[in-house]
C-alpha cells in the first residue's frame, strides 16, 4: 500500500445542514462507505450548535486555529478546547454543544468505528519511524517534511498523508526548524 497525500486546499467542501459550519473531508475508510470505519476531516466551525451524533464511533478533536470552543454535554463538564494542537477524544454517540469561545475555529477530527479502528492523536516536531503494522495520518500544521519509504514526498503547512496497514517502513523528518505535525496513529481492532 502506498501513501495518499493531500492538501487542505484542494479538499472538497460540505456545509452542515444546521449552516452552523463546513467539513473538508481528508480521507474515509472504506472509501465511499456509509458505514466508515474511519474518518478523517478538517471543519470550520461558524456558530453555536450541536455536533451531530454518530452510533458506535469514537471521536478526537484538536485545535489548529482560532480561540477555539467550550464543549459540554448532560454527560460530563464543559471542556474547554483552547489550545492549539492538544486533542480531545470522546465518545461520538453522546449529545454535545459547542460555544464558540471567540469568531471561527479550524479543528482536526478523527472519528473510528468500535471494534475496526482505535486511533490516537499526538503533535510533534521530531523524526518519526513510520510503523508497517499499522495505518496512519499526518498532517502538517507548520514547516517543511520528507516522507521516505518506497515513495518520497516533501510535505509543507496544510498537506499530509494517509496509509493503511502493511506498507514498507520509512520516515518522517523535519525539514526547518519549529516544524509541527498532527500524527494520527491508526490501529486495527481485529
Known sequence: MSFTVF???????????????????I???????????????????????PFSIFPDIDRSITLLSGEGLALSSPDWETHTLSTPLQPFAFPG??????HLLGGT??????????G???????STSSLQELPASHGGLVYVVRGKWL????????????????????????????????????????LPER
Open 27 to 49: 480521507a474515509c475508510w472504506p472509501v465511499g462507505g456509509e458505514d466508515f470505519a474511519w474518518r478523517a476531516s478538517i471543519a470550520m466551525i461558524e456558530q453555536d450548535g
Open 147 to 186: 516522507i521516505s519509504h518506497t515513495e518520497t514526498h516533501e510535505l509543507t503547512a496544510s498537506q499530509g498523508c494517509w496509509w493503511l496497514p502493511a506498507i514498507k517502513s520509512g520516515q518522517l523528518q523535519p525539514l526547518v526548524t519549529n516544524s509541527c505535525l498532527l500524527w494520527v496513529n491508526l
Open 116 to 122: 475496526c479502528w482505535q486511533a490516537s492523536v499526538v
Open 105 to 114: 475555529s479550524q479543528d482536526f477530527n478523527i472519528m473510528t468505528r468500535r
Open 93 to 98: 454517540d453522546i449529545p454535545i454543544h459547542a
Open 7 to 25: 492538501d487542505f486546499a484542494s479538499l472538497p467542501v460540505s456545509r452542515w445542514r444546521n449552516g452552523g459550519g463546513e467539513t473538508r473531508e
